[in-house]
């Protein structure tokens, strides 16, 4: 598995030669590397990749997904105007207080999530579900000691992943 500091500088470089193209230019021209999350992918957790975003100020501009074994550059997302933003990725530190914040009910369960036992999983999942078609919405888990709720990076709760719908 290749380094965060390596897979960061790995990420520059592509942003350096994607600036260079008027399409990718608003989003990776100027901006810095303000995100490296990796995330395994589901089922097995073998596999993974990393989410390298870059912003211009405060704003979120782009976002690279990089193999974690290879180095190579999968997905890439950004701006197509230098005024806009892409959608806030929520991050590790900010997990906490956001969930502190909310009363996590599990439709299937007889007992309410116990937040006061959250524990957050060291890395973030992911797999294409109903909840998430797009490796730069992956999640986070906390588990209570009994269960498990997956937090997409949006902040967006879930208490598992279905495939149910179409496509």
Request: hydrophobic residues 40%; proline residues 5%; glycine residues 8%.
């Amino acid at each position: 598995m290749i380094s965060a500091p390596a897979i960061q500088a790995l990420a520059k470089k592509a942003a350096s030669g994607l600036a260079t193209g008027p399409y990718w230019q608003p989003a990776f021209d100027e901006g810095t590397v303000h995100l490296t999350e990796l995330v395994y992918l589901l089922p097995d957790c073998t596999d993974a990749y990393y989410i390298v975003g870059f912003q211009v100020g405060n704003r979120p501009t782009g976002r690279l997904t990089i193999d974690a074994s290879t180095g190579k550059v999968g997905e890439i997302t950004g701006v197509d105007n230098p005024q806009r933003s892409l959608p806030m990725f929520m991050l590790r530190t900010d997990l906490s207080s956001r969930l502190s914040d909310r009363t996590i009910t599990l439709a299937t369960a007889a007992q309410p999530f116990d937040q006061t036992k959250a524990a957050l999983d060291q890395h973030m999942v992911w797999k294409s579900c109903d909840q998430s078609r797009t490796k730069f919405l992956p999640f986070y888990i906390v588990r209570d000691g009994h269960r498990e709720v997956y937090v997409r990076a949006d902040g967006i709760v879930f208490s598992e992943l279905t495939n149910q719908g179409a496509g």
